[in-house]
């Protein structure tokens, strides 16, 4: 498991923590509605009742049930309403509702979100997960669990999974603001009967598939944020180290500026120049590119395209803003979004 590194973390994050630390897990209960975050002892003791109650149903140990949570933040769970809702939940297992468990764990999502790959050895690769608003980096607000039925340890497990967040899920930010609640677990049943191991013949391919469906999974979460008309890819290139290319490419995705010019269809390259040169990063600015879309706007650190061009360029609803650094090989990429009327109205009316 992967969790989120706010300070103030939720009481299923406390207790799936403990779980994953244990290594063995036979079961996870998500809610939707409520996020059990800041609801002190009594919070946790909701989340131990939760794993509780599906312990009873399954007939395993509490301690082997991880819990996962997403809402509202500071209310209590209707507890009178979740433990018979898990009996019922419990009682509809099957292999098909898949469908069904990434729709019942969406909030503020609009559509559900599953990826699956199959690799050559014939196991499989599956995911779901949630989250629309409050995506920012250490994760973002998402729940997510990836199972697989090939026969793998926890410890090799984590060697797939934190990798393959870095580089994926941690590199969605919607509105730069840290959830109390990620959560990304990766469960294997061994079902297929193929172990697989770190060093192994099939590891690569392994690591690799579990990072492709974190990846489609993440695109989704960017592709559904809260009020978005526009899935924003920041790609920069020519960075002298990787964590530099991050850097940049995070700080303009979190311009607010320039989110509001992207929804505008104003190719205002201005304020990609102006979020980069506030980062650490190593890079001269009187060498930088900039391009929307594949229309150059900018190089040089200066003006070369028509913004008329470029205007027309920001039309379609996916858009790549590409950065070159001109400072060395490195490059990273970060998805965000638009800012919108629709965000601010959606969030200004949450509680509600």
């Known amino acids: 498991g992967v969790f989120t590194s706010n300070k103030v973390k939720a009481a299923p994050v406390v207790l799936s923590q403990q779980v994953v ?29 939760a794993a509780e109650q599906v312990a009873k149903s399954l007939g395993c140990e509490p301690g082997h049930v991880a819990v996962a949570s997403t809402g509202l933040i500071g209310t209590r769970l209707p507890m009178d309403r979740l433990l018979p809702g898990i009996t019922t939940a419990a009682s509809q297992l099957s292999a098909s509702k898949g469908p ?20 050559s050895s014939g196991v499989v690769i599956g995911g ?7 995506m920012a980096p250490a994760l973002a ?17 984590a060697a797939a999974l ?18 109390t609640n990620d959560t990304v677990l990766l ?46 890819t920041i790609t920069v290139t020519g960075a002298a180290s990787e964590a530099d290319a991050v850097d940049v490419a995070r700080s303009i995705a979190r311009s607010a500026l320039l989110k509001c010019a992207i929804h ?14 506030t980062t650490t990063s190593d890079f001269d600015p009187d060498l930088v590119d900039v391009s929307f879309n594949g229309v150059l706007l900018c190089a040089g650190g200066v ?25 060395g090989e490195a490059s990273a990429t970060i998805l965000t979004s638009d800012l919108t009327a629709d965000y601010v109205h959606e969030n200004s009316a949450y509680s509600t």
């Open 264 to 277: 505008g269809e104003d190719a205002n390259w201005g304020r990609v120049l102006a979020a980069a040169g």
């Open 128 to 134: 779901m997960a949630k989250g629309a608003g409050m």
């Open 303 to 327: 003006e070369v395209g028509d913004r008329v061009a470029g205007a027309e360029a920001l039309k379609p609803r996916e858009v790549i803003i590409a950065v070159d650094l001109h400072a």
């Open 141 to 157: 607000t998402m729940l997510v669990v990836v199972t697989t039925d090939a026969d793998v340890s926890s410890a090799d497990l």
């Open 187 to 232: 469960m294997a049943s061994g079902a297929s009967g193929v172990p697989i191991a770190v060093g192994s013949d099939d590891w690569a391919e392994f690591a690799a598939g579990v990072a492709d469906v974190c990846a489609d999974l993440a695109k989704q979460l960017a592709c559904d944020a809260e009020g978005a008309s526009k899935l924003i």
């Open 21 to 49: 630390a244990g290594g063995s897990a036979r079961a996870v209960v998500l809610n939707s509605g409520g996020a059990n975050a800041c609801t002190g002892k009594p919070g946790y003791a909701d989340a131990v009742a």
């Open 100 to 119: 069904e468990a990434a729709q019942a764990i969406m909030t503020t999502d609009t559509v559900s979100k599953q990826a699956t790959v199959t690799l």
């Open 162 to 179: 934190v990798p393959a967040t870095t580089r994926t899920f941690d590199r969605v930010d919607i509105d730069g603001c840290m959830s």
